[in-house]
Nanobody, 129 residues
Framework: EVQPVESGGGLVQSGGSLRLSCAAS????????VGWFRQAPGKDREGVST????????HYVDSVKGRFTISSDNAKNTVYLQLNKLSPDDTAIYYC??????????????????????WGQGTQVTVSS
């Protein structure tokens, strides 16, 4: 199965932007759900965004709608998360996860990814005020 590898985190000022990348290692993202989760210090892991690699259907948690955009580049076998209008509340480790869509019958995207997904090592995003 595919193994996600994240990159692109860093330190940015409030209001700034970053682009996170999630590259597929070991296989391709074809036929997968790919998602981004984040975990801030002392908080539970939170689903941020998902994308279906079969139809490019995307979903976002309410707190990032209008600010974050998930996209994919099939040629590069990479999923991106564009983070705009960042605030200190967005400070967290961001994780990419992927699961074959066929494993998700009866599950929502976030739940399926959280339960059955293969996880990357995470990339730190820090937003200063």
């Amino acid at each position: 199965e595919v193994q996600p590898v994240e990159s692109g985190g860093g330190l940015v000022q409030s209001g700034g932007s970053l682009r996170l990348s999630c590259a597929a290692s070991g296989s391709a993202f074809d036929g997968y759900f790919v998602g981004w989760f984040r975990q801030a210090p002392g908080k539970d892991r939170e689903g941020v965004s998902t994308i279906s690699m079969s139809d490019r259907d995307a979903h976002y948690v309410d707190s990032v709608k209008g600010r974050f955009t998930i996209s994919s580049d099939n040629a590069k076998n990479t999923v991106y998360l564009q983070l705009n209008k960042l605030s200190p509340d967005d400070t967290a480790i961001y994780y990419c996860t992927a699961v074959p869509i066929r494993k998700c019958s009866g599950y929502g995207g976030f739940t399926c990814l959280a339960t059955f997904g293969s996880w990357g090592q995470g990339t730190q995003v820090t937003v200063s005020s």
